[in-house]
Every structure is written in C-alpha cells, then in structure tokens.
C-alpha cells in the first residue's frame, strides 16, 4: 500500500513549485497527495473556538483549491495549528503513513535553481522520511512526466540505498534510471601501489569506483532500463551539471550520524544550492521505499 506524498504549503502564499513537483511525483508513483499548512494561532487562544475553527476551514479550502487550480488530486488537506512549522512538519515526517514531504525552494534564489529556505533546510536536518525540493519556478517548467531519474551513486551503503528509491519511482513512473558516478582524482595519487609501475593509487581506486559503478548500472537494468555516466570531477559538480538532464536527482544522506534520519553531507548541500532539477533526499540508514510500497 502506497504511503501518502504530503506537500508543504502556504496558504497565503500560492506555493506553485511544491505543488507540480507533488503533482509529478504523485502521477508517477499513483501515491495519495496530501496537502499540509501550518496554521498560526495566539498561544492562549482557544483552539476549539468558533473564530479559529472558520479560520481554519477556511485554510483547508484554500489548499483544496489550489490543488484543484493545478490538476493536482488531492487525497486530504490538513491545516495543523502551530506556531512553528519546522517543527510541526517535522512530526508529519515521523507518521508511519508519510512517504515522503514536498517542499519549495526560497524565492530569493534564482530561476531554475535550488536554494533551501528556513523550512527546507530544517526538514534537511532530520527529516524521518525522504525529503524532496523543488527548484525555484519548477511550477512554470514541470515535465509532463518523469522520464529520467538520476541516482548520485559513490558505492557507499547510503548510496545503494538512494537507488534503491530511485528505481521504485522509475518503475512506477515508466522512467528510467541514470547512475551518476564522480571520481575525484587524489593529489599524490600518481605514487605506483603495484609491480606495473605504471599503475597510481589514483588508477587503481578510479577502477574500483567504476566497477562499483557499472554494478549499480547492471542492478537498475534488472528492473527499468538504467543508463550510466561516469565522470572525472568533484562530485558536487558533476552532479549539479547532471541535475540539467534529468528529470529528478535522487541522493542519500551522510554516511554518518542518527539512523532513519536526513542528514546532508557536502555533496548534498552544494546540490541543494545549486541543483537545476528536483532534489531527494532519502534517510540515512533505512531501506529506500519512498513511497512504502512493500515488494
């Protein structure tokens, strides 16, 4: 059973980027949307009283429109009362029944480009679901339809596990999956490590990582058809020139810190500045099953 794709949004702002990347993710994976606003109250108020409770209905209407204003199908639309939507989104991501949380970049970024804003940067984090970002007016410029996702792959366990989520949104969505692999080549790499004199710790540690690469490559084609690029480079860099050709970049957290948690590492955070697609982030240390189907 599919877990709901819960989108963030304003209801006094028309938050139209959160909502098509929602839209393209739902479409995709035929999971719920949920559209979700945090509702500012006096903290002495009474949350029951008449005033707040047409205020309130009159949030959720708000969301239920704009989700109808573009095409989105909209399973539910909470208004939860809070004075700290960081936090209160936060707790959503720990519901067994999110799959994952859509938010928006800040509008003082430029066009096209992602730059997390205060609430994005929390659920970034933290997070106890995958989070995903979309770029700065992706609402103008949505694809009609997922037709590539690319999957930021180092052969490290988190990695593994981000293309594990990458090929169940594929999948569902009829795309396929690009496996972007980046080896950065070491200062004093050039020392020989073997009897061939002509073999580098760099030469024998780029095979290695390409090995790793075309084994993920060869993984994803068992169930999408899967493509790769391997590339010379920063990671971060080879990334976000990546994030130009594909229609979502999916990446694991770091290697290190609390389990089920979204935690950015260094790549991560460059591409969340700088990324040209929709960026996801899964947990740290979960199998990837982004929107909880069990196989």
Same mark, same amino acid.
């Given at each position: 059973?599919?877990?709901?794709?819960?989108?963030?949004?304003?209801?006094?702002?028309?938050?139209?980027?959160?909502?098509?990347?929602?839209?393209?993710?739902?479409?995709?994976?035929?999971?719920?949307?949920?559209?979700?606003?945090?509702?500012?109250?006096?903290?002495?108020?009474?949350?029951?009283?008449?005033?707040?409770?047409?205020?309130?209905?009159?949030?959720?209407?708000?969301?239920?429109?704009?989700?109808?204003?573009?095409?989105?199908?909209?399973?539910?639309?909470?208004?939860?009362?809070?004075?700290?939507?960081?936090?209160?989104?936060?707790?959503?991501?720990?519901?067994?029944?999110?799959?994952?949380?859509?938010?928006?970049?800040?509008?003082?970024?430029?066009?096209?480009?992602?730059?997390?804003?205060?609430?994005?940067?929390?659920?970034?984090?933290?997070?106890?679901?995958?989070?995903?970002?979309?770029?700065?007016?992706?609402?103008?410029?949505?694809?009609?339809?997922?037709?590539?996702?690319?999957?930021?792959?180092?052969?490290?366990?988190?990695?593994?596990?981000?293309?594990?989520?990458?090929? /169940?949104? %594929? $999948?569902?969505? #009829?795309?396929?999956?690009? @496996?972007?692999?980046?080896?950065? !080549?070491?200062?004093?790499? =050039?020392?020989?490590?073997?009897?061939?004199?002509?073999?580098?710790?760099?030469?024998?540690?780029?095979?290695?990582?390409?090995?790793?690469?075309?084994?993920?490559?060869?993984?994803?084609?068992?169930?999408?058809?899967?493509?790769?690029?391997?590339?010379?480079?920063?990671?971060?860099?080879?990334?976000?020139?990546?994030?130009?050709?594909?229609?979502?970049?999916?990446?694991?957290?770091?290697?290190?810190?609390?389990?089920?948690?979204?935690?950015?590492?260094?790549?991560?955070? /460059?591409? %969340? $500045?700088?990324? #040209?697609?929709?960026?996801? @982030?899964?947990?740290?240390?979960? !199998?990837?099953?982004?929107? =909880?189907?069990?196989?």
């Amino acid at each position: 059973m599919a877990k709901n794709i819960v989108i963030a949004v304003d209801a006094k702002v028309r938050t139209i980027d959160a909502l098509a990347l929602g839209r393209l993710l739902a479409e995709a994976t035929k999971a719920p949307a949920v559209l979700v606003t945090v509702f500012p109250y006096p903290p002495l108020a009474d949350r029951d009283s008449p005033e707040l409770i047409g205020l309130r209905d009159d949030a959720r209407a708000t969301l239920l429109e704009l989700g109808a204003s573009e095409g989105l199908d909209v399973a539910e639309a909470w208004v939860i009362a809070g004075n700290f939507a960081g936090r209160e989104l936060h707790r959503l991501t720990e519901q067994p029944t999110t799959g994952v949380i859509v938010v928006g970049s800040t509008t003082r970024g430029p066009v096209g480009r992602l730059l997390v804003g205060g609430i994005g940067e929390r659920l970034l984090a933290g997070a106890a679901c995958p989070v995903a970002i979309a770029p700065r007016d992706y609402g103008t410029r949505r694809p009609s339809r997922l037709a590539c996702v690319g999957v930021g792959f180092d052969g490290s366990d988190e990695a593994r596990r981000a293309l594990d989520g990458a090929v /169940v949104i %594929a $999948r569902a969505g #009829g795309a396929r999956v690009r @496996v972007i692999t980046a080896y950065q !080549r070491l200062a004093f790499g =050039g020392v020989s490590v073997s009897a061939l004199p002509d073999e580098s710790a760099n030469d024998v540690m780029r095979a290695e990582l390409r090995a790793l690469h075309d084994e993920a490559v060869a993984d994803a084609a068992k169930s999408v058809e899967g493509e790769g690029e391997f590339r010379d480079g920063d990671a971060d860099e080879v990334l976000a020139q990546e994030s130009n050709n594909i229609d979502l970049l999916v990446t694991g957290s770091r290697g290190y810190g609390p389990l089920g948690a979204v935690l950015l590492g260094s790549t991560t955070a /460059v591409l %969340a $500045r700088k990324a #040209g697609c929709p960026l996801l @982030v899964t947990p740290r240390g979960t !199998r990837c099953d982004l929107m =909880g189907r069990t196989e």
